[in-house]
């Protein structure tokens, strides 16, 4: 964990203030929150069902991330008071309004990557 008084903490925290698309990167960002949000906007899943579904995904962090997308208000979680416990997660009216930025990512991503892949093209650079 970084300190929140870091150069690096304090531009990253500039640039979200000022740029919504840095904001919203910042919310959606991350290895695993949009393999999250992808199965999330097909509708309610309980937990054993999002963690068999994401290949990879330890359970520490799942819950991080489910937890971070829970504080900023894009899924709900809700728990059943049952023995065992049953908890379900799905998207907020808020988490819903996102699902045409995702899709254009995703369909952009997946542009990208198959124009990247074609062997005429130059490879791109990632600085």
């Given at each position: 964990?970084?300190?929140?008084?870091?150069?690096?903490?304090?531009?990253?925290?500039?640039?979200?203030?000022s740029?919504?698309?840095?904001?919203?990167?910042?919310?959606?960002?991350?290895?695993?929150?949009?393999?999250?949000?992808?199965?999330?906007m097909h509708g309610?899943?309980?937990?054993?069902?999002?963690k068999k579904s994401i290949e990879g995904i330890s359970e520490r962090m799942l819950v991080a991330q489910l937890r971070e997308l829970e504080s900023d208000g894009i899924v709900r979680r809700q728990v059943f008071?049952?023995?065992p416990p049953r908890v379900e997660?799905?998207?907020?009216?808020?988490?819903?309004?996102?699902q045409s930025?995702?899709?254009a990512m995703s369909d952009w991503g997946n542009m990208h990557?198959?124009?990247?892949?074609?062997?005429h093209l130059p490879a791109i650079s990632r600085h």
């Open positions: 964990m970084r300190k929140e008084t870091s150069t690096n903490a304090l531009n990253e925290k500039m640039i979200s203030d740029c919504g698309m840095a904001y919203t990167l910042g919310v959606l960002g991350g290895r695993w929150k949009p393999a999250i949000l992808c199965r999330l309610t899943l309980r937990y054993g069902e999002l008071p049952e023995v997660y799905e998207m907020t009216e808020l988490g819903l309004s996102m930025v995702i899709a990557r198959s124009l990247s892949q074609e062997p």
